[in-house]
Nanobody, 123 residues
C-alpha cells in the first residue's frame, strides 16, 4: 500500500480557486494511477478526477470538467488538483487515492487512500 497525505483544503468563496496536493510515500510512485474523490455530508463518495502514471491521460467527472485540473510530478511523488470557479456544491472532503494499473472512476478499485482534506465553498 501507498501512504498518501493530502493538503491544501480550506474555506474559499464561490468563484474562487484552491489547489490540493497529495504526497505519496512510495518508491514506485510512477507505477500508480492517481485519483481524487470527494464526499459531501450525507452523500456517497464520488469520483472527481484521475491521471495515468505518465501524467498524459486524465479524466474528469462531468461536474468538474473545465474547472478542475489534475496533474502530477513523479519526481516529487505528488499529485495535484487545481480547482477554479468553485461552486457551493464543491464543498466536500477530498480524498486522494492510488492504484496500480490504469485509472478508473470506481472507488473500490483503489487500494490506497489518504485521510482527506476538507474544502468548504461559501457564498
Amino acid at each position: 500500500q501507498v501512504q498518501l497525505v493530502e493538503s491544501g483544503g480550506g474555506l474559499v468563496q464561490a468563484g474562487g480557486s484552491l489547489s490540493l496536493s497529495c504526497a505519496a510515500s512510495v518508491r514506485t510512485f510512477r507505477s500508480y494511477a492517481m485519483a481524487w474523490f470527494r464526499q459531501a455530508p450525507g452523500k456517497e463518495r464520488e469520483f472527481v478526477a484521475a491521471i495515468t502514471w505518465t501524467g498524459v491521460g486524465t479524466s474528469y467527472a462531468d461536474s468538474v470538467k473545465g474547472r478542475f485540473t489534475i496533474s502530477r510530478d513523479n519526481a516529487k511523488n505528488t499529485v495535484y488538483l487545481r480547482m477554479n470557479s468553485l461552486k457551493l456544491e464543491d464543498t466536500a472532503v477530498y480524498y486522494c487515492a492510488a492504484r496500480l494499473g490504469a485509472p478508473t472512476v470506481a472507488a473500490p478499485a483503489y487500494d490506497s487512500w489518504g485521510q482527506g482534506t476538507e474544502v468548504t465553498v461559501s457564498s
